[in-house]
Nanobody, 127 residues
Framework: QVPLVESGGGLVQDGGSLRLSCAAS????????MAWFRQAPGKEREFVGQ????????EYEDSVKGRFTISRDNTKNTVVLQMNRLKPEDTAVYYC????????????????????WGQGTQVTVSS
């Protein structure tokens, strides 16, 4: 069983919205720091944002602040990335990642600190 599965990607016009979901299997993910990363064509994967175990703390990469929101529902083992006012430069494959048990220092976003990764979902924003 795949621990993390993303869904909700697709094609949207400049200025539009998309809602990505990450479904986690296993109760251990209710303790996890859950993050979103993205990788645009020809670029390295980059941090988008993350949320702590109870949703009380979030942080975002500067270019998405005010446009993207991460939330979680631990009763459903789901993390959501709500993306508003999308821009063509947001086009990328978006990945869900989990640090469980949560060991990383808040504020650090090294890929190596996240033990679980989803397969990714494509988001394309047309101009």
């Amino acid at each position: 069983q795949v621990p993390l599965v993303e869904s909700g990607g697709g094609l949207v016009q400049d200025g539009g919205s998309l809602r990505l979901s990450c479904a986690a299997s296993g109760s251990r993910f209710t303790l996890a720091i859950m993050a979103w990363f993205r990788q645009a064509p020809g670029k390295e994967r980059e941090f988008v944002g993350q949320i702590n175990y109870n949703g009380g703390n979030t942080e975002y990469e500067d270019s998405v602040k005010g446009r993207f929101t991460i939330s979680r529902d631990n009763t459903k083992n789901t993390v959501v990335l709500q993306m508003n006012r999308l821009k063509p430069e947001d086009t990328a494959v978006y990945y869900c990642a989990a640090d469980v048990p949560p060991l990383l220092a808040w504020g650090t976003h090294l890929e190596s600190e996240y033990e679980y990764w989803g397969q990714g979902t494509q988001v394309t924003v047309s101009s």
